[in-house]
T-cell receptor, first 117, second 118 residues
Framework: GESVGLHLPTLSVQEGDNSIINCAYSNSASDYFIWYKQESGKGPQFIIDIRSNMDKRQGQRVTVLLNKTVKHLSLQIAATQPGDSAVYFCAERSQGAGGTSYGKLTFGQGTILTVHP | GAVVSQHPSRVICKSGTSVKIECRSLDFQATTMFWYRQFPKQSLMLMATSNEGSKATYEQGVEKDKFLINHASLTLSTLTVTSAHPEDSSFYIC??????????????FGQGTRLTVV
């Protein structure tokens, strides 16, 4: 199950189960959202993205849902595998100054996903 | 796919010395590069935004004289940690934003540099 506190939230699942990782974002003006996977000692790896004019986007085994009303983003991983074990971060991109360029990314706190064989 | 190479992957230095970390975009031009710092079990915190040919923009609380950023070309940005102290020990990560038209403009991160100051 999930726990939130001073430590990163954790999610433990069995291999083959579906995983849902949640993220609350802060800026209602953000126009672009990304999910990243980070394995220990490595940089973030792009998983899937979604623009603010969409509410759902699907990739290979992953689906991202965006609820702008409550500023909530989720990542669904189908048939989770041990190789999916990692820390997952959502990130939001604010609009650039004057709306003419892309702004910076702000990362969420992350969720540790552990997949048990 | 586009690759961002970060070097070195690990470095140990003595307190008071300076360390330079390189971030290169290998197969695309990056007008903007970002430098992040990540402490154990925490998220990535943006330190500064680096635009080619201009001064970097630092986030609040990041000392620009301590973390020197140079972005002299469209494929290389460097971060120099000057007069490093043990509290600067962290995982430093760069990312590069392509200047071309690509779908995933935020996809490209380096592999990170683990800095340990002793």
């Amino acid at each position: 199950g999930e726990s939130v506190g001073l430590h990163l939230p954790t999610l433990s699942v069995q291999e083959g189960d579906n995983s849902i990782i949640n993220c609350a974002y802060s800026n209602s003006a953000s126009d672009y959202f990304i999910w990243y996977k980070q394995e220990s000692g490595k940089g973030p790896q792009f998983i899937i993205d979604i623009r603010s004019n969409m509410d759902k986007r699907q990739g290979q085994r992953v689906t991202v849902l965006l609820n702008k009303t409550v500023k909530h983003l989720s990542l669904q991983i189908a048939a989770t595998q041990p190789g999916d074990s990692a820390v997952y971060f959502c990130a939001e991109r604010s609009q650039g100054a004057g709306g003419t360029s892309y702004g910076k990314l702000t990362f969420g706190q992350g969720t540790i996903l552990t997949v048990h064989p | 796919g586009a690759v961002v190479s970060q070097h070195p992957s690990r470095v140990i230095c003595k307190s008071g010395t300076s360390v330079k970390i390189e971030c290169r975009s290998l197969d695309f031009q990056a007008t903007t590069m970002f430098w992040y710092r990540q402490f154990p079990k925490q998220s990535l915190m943006l330190m500064a935004t680096s635009n080619e040919g201009s001064k970097a923009t630092y986030e609040q609380g990041v000392e620009k004289d301590k973390f020197l950023i140079n972005h002299a070309s469209l494929t290389l940005s460097t971060l120099t940690v000057t007069s490093a102290h043990p509290e600067d020990s962290s995982f430093y990560i760069c990312s590069a934003r392509s200047s071309g038209i690509v779908l995933n403009t935020e996809a490209f991160f380096g592999q990170g540099t683990r800095l340990t100051v002793v």
